[in-house]
């Protein structure tokens, strides 16, 4: 599985993106999907997660309520759409596909994006 992350950039505070991680291989739809972030100095962080179906979510409480993921397996491509950005909300945000295990956990991912780069300016 190959991933691509776009629609990152640059934001005012209060403001809203769209990430897309877009993958190639017929099987991604078998395969949980999460986000996770990295900002300067800072360990990478769990940020959301998507089971194969997309039936369950999962979300870091920092987040919670202000992010929304979600999938469209036709389309090989998971979003994350984040509202009400905060200028801590600053970081390179990868996604990541596993096949199984738990969620949050960044050891269980075994494919990994890029990475695209979020600011959030006060």
């Known amino acids: 599985v190959q991933l691509v992350e776009s629609g990152g950039g640059l934001v005012q505070a209060g403001g809203s993106l769209r990430l897309s991680c877009a993958a190639s291989g017929r099987t991604f739809s078998s395969y949980a999907v999460g986000w996770f972030r990295q900002a300067p100095g800072k360990e990478r962080e769990f940020v959301a997660a998507i089971s194969w179906s997309g039936g369950s979510t999962y979300y870091a409480d920092s987040v919670k309520g202000r992010f929304t993921i979600s999938r469209d397996n036709a389309k090989n491509t998971v979003y994350l759409q984040m509202n009400s950005l905060k200028p801590e909300d600053t970081a390179v945000y990868y996604c990541?596909?596993?096949?199984?295990?738990?969620?949050?956990?960044?050891?269980?991912?075994?494919?990994w994006g890029q990475g695209t780069q979020v600011t959030v300016s006060s």
């Open positions: 990541a596909a596993a096949y199984s295990g738990k969620p949050r956990a960044i050891y269980e991912y075994d494919y």
